[in-house]
């Protein structure tokens, strides 16, 4: 179901599980900033951003499980991008701003710029989180089939980036498949997924 509105609570806990997400010996978002607290306000500006141009769902109204994802067409406001810039800033300096931008330029185009650029059509999902007091309950599968649902009906894939070898795995496990890697040197690796419509297959 689309979110029309949610909890400053629910904010958090999404920014929460974000920052303090244990990425074991890996490198990360947590890797990206000064400490975790700046990830979880650099995730909740991202949720005020999806959630004011309508791109953010939840799998009910209790909010177990969130995902944001934009359709083919679907463009960021002015007014949510300025959201975002302000999330960015409030967790980054311009300095560790700029770091961060050449570093994602360094790595090469996502999957998501590749398609566009071939102006092929997809969903692109820009966060998936279980909230920490749902997470081992299935979920993960509900608030993906909701951009499953939407590729099979449109006829076109599914794609996202995510920053862990543990969370592409599980995406795997969901039925995605991995597209390619992008190495962010200091910064860790991003891999590309995507997830084909079933009636194309």
């Keep these: 179901?689309?979110?029309?509105?949610?909890?400053?609570?629910?904010?958090?806990?999404?920014?929460?599980?974000?920052?303090?997400?244990?990425?074991?010996?890996?490198?990360?978002?947590?890797?990206?900033?000064?400490?975790?607290?700046a990830v979880v306000t650099y995730i909740c500006g991202f949720v005020r951003c999806v959630l004011t141009d309508d791109f953010l769902h939840t799998t009910?109204?209790?909010?177990?499980?969130?995902?944001?994802y934009k359709l083919p067409g679907?463009?960021?406001?002015?007014?949510?991008?300025r959201i975002l810039l302000r999330g960015m800033l409030q967790s980054m300096s311009l300095g560790?701003?700029?770091?961060?931008?050449?570093?994602l330029s360094k790595a090469g185009p996502s999957l998501e710029d590749v398609l566009n650029k071939e102006r092929k059509p997809c969903i692109y999902v820009g966060m998936v989180c279980v909230r920490e007091a749902y997470q081992g309950q299935g979920y993960m599968r509900k608030v993906m089939d909701l951009a499953f649902v939407e590729g099979d009906r449109l006829g076109i894939p599914v794609v996202l980036d995510t920053d862990a070898k543990s969370k592409c795995d599980k995406y795997v496990h969901l039925g995605m498949k991995l597209y390619g890697t992008?190495?962010?040197?200091?910064?860790?690796?991003l891999y590309d997924l995507v997830r084909y419509p079933k009636k194309a297959e």
């Design 60 to 68: 009910s109204e209790r909010g177990e499980g969130y995902i944001a």
């Design 74 to 81: 679907q463009k960021v406001s002015f007014k949510a991008a």
């Design 96 to 103: 560790e701003l700029f770091h961060f931008a050449r570093m």
């Design 1 to 37: 179901m689309l979110v029309k509105e949610i909890s400053e609570q629910h904010i958090q806990d999404i920014g929460h599980a974000f920052g303090y997400y244990d990425y074991g010996e890996e490198k990360g978002m947590a890797s990206w900033f000064r400490d975790k607290e």
């Design 182 to 189: 992008r190495d962010l040197g200091p910064g860790g690796t």
